[in-house]
T-cell receptor
Framework: AQSVTQPDIHITVSEGASLELRCNYS??????LFWYVQSPGQGLQLLLK??????LVQGIKGFEAEFKRSQSSFNLRKPSVHWSDAAEYFC??????????FGTGTSLTVIP | NAGVTQTPKFRILKIGQSMTLQCTQD?????MYWYRQDPGMGLKLIYY???????DKGEVPNGYNVSRSTTEDFPLRLELAAPSQTSVYFC????????????FGPGTRLLVL
C-alpha cells in the first residue's frame, strides 16, 4: 500500500539557518511527489513537484527537493530560512487513479 | 481567477443534522477532490471526481456523498452529522493531464456537537 512518512513532527530553526525536512514514501512504481506548505487557517499551497527527469527540483520561495529512489526519499531543503517560512509542511505521493497520499506533516518554527 | 473557493468557512452542526459543503473552481479543471484534515494528521481523501457525472470513493467515504453535475462544482454532503466528522474539509482541483499537482481551497472548519 502507498504511504508517506514524515518522521519529524516539529522542527525549530533559527532565521538564516539551513533547513531540511524529511519525507519517505512507499510506492510500488515510479512515484509522483509533491511538497505543500500550509499557513495557519489556510489551504495547502504547492511548493514543488517531481514527475520525472532531474532528481533535484526547484520550487517557489527558494525551496528545493531531491528525489532519491534508492532511499525512497524526497527531502525538502532551503539554504536560509526566513521567519515567514514558519508553517506546516506536507509531503505527498500521487498514486494511480488520481489518488494522492499525504504525510502527517512537519511543523516548522523559526526563531528570530 | 478566484481558483478554488469553499463555503462556508466555519459551521457548527448538531448531531444528526445534514449540510452541504460547497466547492467551486474556475480553472476548468476536470479533476476535483474532497479531503478531511484531522489534528496532527495528514489529509485523507474522501471522494474524488474525474469529470462531470463521474465520482469515486477515496480512503474515508463513509458518512459522505458527492455529486458532480458541472465541471465547476463539487459539493460534499453530510446526511447525518456525527462528532467523528468534526474536521477541516479541503476541496482541491487539478487539470486533466497525468497526475499534475492539486490546487486547494481555503477549507471549511466543521464542528459537530
Amino acid at each position: 500500500a502507498q504511504s508517506v512518512t514524515q518522521p519529524d513532527i516539529h522542527i525549530t530553526v533559527s532565521e538564516g539557518a539551513s533547513l531540511e525536512l524529511r519525507c519517505n514514501y512507499s510506492y510500488g512504481a515510479t512515484p509522483y511527489l509533491f511538497w505543500y506548505v500550509q499557513s495557519p487557517g489556510q489551504g495547502l499551497q504547492l511548493l514543488l513537484k517531481y514527475f520525472s527527469g532531474d532528481t533535484l527540483v526547484q520550487g517557489i520561495k527558494g525551496f528545493e527537493a531531491e528525489f532519491k529512489r534508492s532511499q525512497s526519499s524526497f527531502n525538502l531543503r532551503k539554504p536560509s530560512v526566513h521567519w515567514s517560512d514558519a508553517a506546516e509542511y506536507f509531503c505527498a505521493v500521487g498514486a494511480g487513479g488520481n489518488q494522492f497520499y499525504f504525510g502527517t506533516g512537519t511543523s516548522l518554527t523559526v526563531i528570530p | 481567477n478566484a481558483g478554488v473557493t469553499q463555503t462556508p468557512k466555519f459551521r457548527i452542526l448538531k448531531i444528526g443534522q445534514s449540510m452541504t459543503l460547497q466547492c467551486t473552481q474556475d480553472m476548468n479543471h476536470n479533476y476535483m477532490y474532497w479531503y478531511r484534515q484531522d489534528p496532527g494528521m495528514g489529509l485523507k481523501l474522501i471522494y474524488y471526481s474525474v469529470g462531470a457525472g463521474i465520482t469515486d470513493k477515496g480512503e474515508v467515504p463513509n458518512g459522505y456523498n458527492v455529486s458532480r453535475s458541472t465541471t465547476e462544482d463539487f459539493p460534499l454532503r453530510l446526511e447525518l452529522a456525527a462528532p467523528s466528522q468534526t474536521s477541516v474539509y479541503f476541496c482541491a482541483s487539478s487539470p486533466s493531464t497525468a497526475l499534475p499537482a492539486q490546487y486547494f481551497g481555503p477549507g471549511t472548519r466543521l464542528l459537530v456537537l
